[in-house]
């Protein structure tokens, strides 16, 4: 039945169903990228795919039981984000790999953490004086508990990786806003795939770490933002420097 006009009056709303469906179908493949870009990460900051291994569209797809689609979605992000490289140009065809891990691209990497977290801290000392006690009392007990893992005849570098995760992320949690989360979540990451290859190389600088630590927790306990700051800077300074040295003697991942 049309309209005086010669329009359809169902076509309009046949139109709008057709781009309904198609939306939901653009969120579906959105959502199994996601999924893929999750899941491979994790594969890659836990070291299950190494550094330097070839990364194969096709491969993924059928390992994880989607379409080749959202696998492709899934490794732009990657790329985009650092955790994946690509080999060849022009007319040659490109060729995918999870990025080696090198001493420099370790030292940017812990120099834009050690920026965003001293933020994140700058911003937790200048909490009210409740908010800052609890933190406080959270950030004392997991570096506690860090030191004690760290002494134990066998330290389970597992347990060691998670406390300090954990403390770092204390005030981060605490204090940090939207966009500086957002920024800590997409970068933090990249520096954890360097931790967990090398921590048990790591362990016997944790007491040392701890001391760095214990002057970050004493500046926000006293409100003091610019101590803060530069406290946990700092310790992401020293911490690069203890990095390069057991790359130095462990050789780089992945890097040809």
Do not use: C
Request: no cysteine; net charge neutral.
């Amino acid at each position: 039945m049309r309209s005086a006009s010669g329009a359809d009056p169902e076509a309009g709303s046949g139109d709008s169903l057709r781009r309904a469906r198609r939306g939901r179908r653009i969120s579906t493949v959105h959502d199994r990228a996601t999924l893929v870009y999750e899941a491979l990460r994790d594969l890659m900051i836990q070291g299950r795919i190494a550094p330097g291994a070839r990364v194969i569209e096709a491969e993924v797809a059928t390992r994880l039981k989607v379409s080749r689609t959202p696998v492709r979605a899934a490794l732009q992000r990657l790329q985009h984000e650092g955790y994946v490289v690509a080999q060849g140009s022009g007319m040659l065809q490109l060729r995918l790999s999870v990025a080696p891990l090198t001493k420099e691209d370790a030292r940017e990497l812990f120099e834009i953490v050690g920026e965003l977290e001293g933020l994140a801290a700058r911003r937790a000392a200048a909490l009210p004086p409740d908010r800052r006690a609890t933190l406080v009392l959270e950030m004392d007990e997991l570096n506690a508990r860090l030191l004690v893992a760290a002494r134990r005849a066998e330290p389970d570098a597992r347990e060691i990786f998670d406390l300090d995760h954990s403390f770092h992320r204390a005030w981060v949690t605490a204090a940090a806003g939207a966009r500086l989360t957002a920024l800590h979540d997409a970068v933090k990451p990249q520096t954890d795939r360097y931790i967990r290859l090398y921590i048990s190389a790591l362990t016997e600088d944790i007491g040392t770490s701890v001391v760095e630590h214990d002057l970050t927790t004493r500046a926000i306990e006293a409100g003091q933002p610019a101590s803060a700051q530069v406290a946990v800077r700092t310790n992401w300074d020293h911490a690069a420097d203890r990095l390069a040295r057991v790359i130095d003697s462990m050789g780089e991942r992945g890097a040809w």
